[in-house]
Structures are given as structure tokens and as C-alpha cells.
């Protein structure tokens, strides 16, 4: 399926000759056939967009084909179709009812962790999200902050194939710098919460 879908796009690319940003037209269609059904992974979108557009514009076309999809997807479940993913995917959910608890518990930042690590589709992760208790303005944000620390990672990752000669050590510790970022607002959230509820306890 990958192969084709590479075949497919470089057949676009070649008969509409796209350049530059307008990959969009093409990379969010697929990125909202991805993150509907699923039938191939991201990162073949991603790799489009870094080998038409070098390795930061490609990410940042990849962040948008990613958020928008995310976004659509989520609202297509909550508003729309959520009967129809219920069936389609409920069976797929059991397994991971710990991740549904700790996204009930945790909101933003279980959507944001769950992005980061390749642990479950992203399908899932937008319907789980509208089927959770968070709020719409909620996933909003932690999608594209998810969606950002997602295809940060991936471009790390792939840009020494695509661009072997390429100097990443700006692109790894910038990504550091944001995880600690992360990381810190995380657990400064966790502190106020937990001074919150003993001040309701007390």
C-alpha cells in the first residue's frame, strides 16, 4: 500500500505540477484518508512533503496536513459519524481501554504523549478524544502541540535518510529544548491540581 501510494503521488505531482505549498492539495486529502481509515501511515506524507520541500518546510507542510486532519477527524466522530466509528472501531478500542482512562484522567497531555509515541494509529487517538470528557477548545490545542512534537521526531528521524549530509544537531536539541518545555508545563499542571484538590479536601 505504500508503494502505491508513492506511486500515486508522484504520478500527481508529475501530471499537475505542483510546487512548493500547493503539496497541500494533495498531502491533506491523503492525510484525512489516513487519519479516517488508516490504510497506510503517516509517514508516507510526511516523506512527501520533506522531499518536495527540504526538511523544515516539509515538516511544517506535514504539521498542517497533520493538524487539520486530526482536527476533522475528531469532528467527524464527535458531531457526525459517531455510530459508525463506534462499530467500525470499537473492537480495536478494548485493548486500549488503559490509554482511554488515562486520557479521561490526563486530557491534553495524554493526547499530546499519544502523538509523540507511535503507540496506538492516529485514528484512534482523534476517537478516543471525542468519545473522552475533553473539550472540544482542549483537543484543539493538544492536537496541533501533539501533531508538532510528532513530526518534529519523524523529521529527526528521516531527514538523515532523505538528506544524509544534512547537519542535525540545531533540529535534535531544539526538539530537546521543546520536550523539557513539555515536560515542565506538565508537571507544574500537576503541582497546581494536586494544591487545588487539597485545598477543596481541607
Given at each position: ?7 500515486f503521488t ?177 508537571f507544574v499542571r ?13
Amino acid at each position: 500500500m505504500n508503494e502505491w501510494i508513492e506511486q500515486f503521488t508522484g504520478w500527481l505531482l508529475e501530471v499537475t505540477q505542483i510546487e512548493g505549498f500547493w503539496i497541500l492539495l494533495i498531502t491533506i486529502p491523503l492525510a484525512l484518508i489516513q487519519g479516517i481509515i488508516g490504510i497506510f501511515p503517516f509517514a508516507t506524507i510526511v516523506m512527501l512533503n520533506i522531499s518536495v520541500l527540504g526538511v523544515m518546510n516539509g515538516l511544517l507542510a506535514s504539521w498542517i496536513a497533520g493538524s487539520v486532519a486530526g482536527m476533522a477527524v475528531y469532528m467527524l466522530c464527535k458531531f457526525l459519524f459517531s455510530d459508525w466509528f463506534n462499530r467500525r472501531w470499537l473492537s480495536k478500542l478494548q485493548k486500549y481501554e488503559r490509554w482511554q482512562k488515562s486520557l479521561n484522567r490526563y486530557g491534553v497531555w495524554a493526547v499530546i504523549f499519544l502523538r509523540t509515541v507511535p503507540i496506538m494509529p492516529n485514528n484512534l487517538i482523534s476517537f478516543m478524544s471525542a468519545v473522552s470528557n475533553l473539550k472540544t477548545g482542549s483537543y484543539t490545542w493538544s492536537n496541533i502541540i501533539g501533531n508538532l512534537s510528532s513530526i518534529w521526531l519523524f523529521g529527526i528521524l528521516s531527514a538523515s535518510i532523505v538528506f544524509p549530509n544534512m547537519d542535525l544537531r540545531l533540529l535534535i536539541l531544539s526538539y530537546a529544548i521543546f520536550l523539557l518545555a513539555l515536560l515542565a508545563a506538565f508537571f507544574v499542571r500537576q503541582r497546581l491540581m494536586m494544591k487545588k484538590d487539597r485545598g477543596m479536601t481541607a
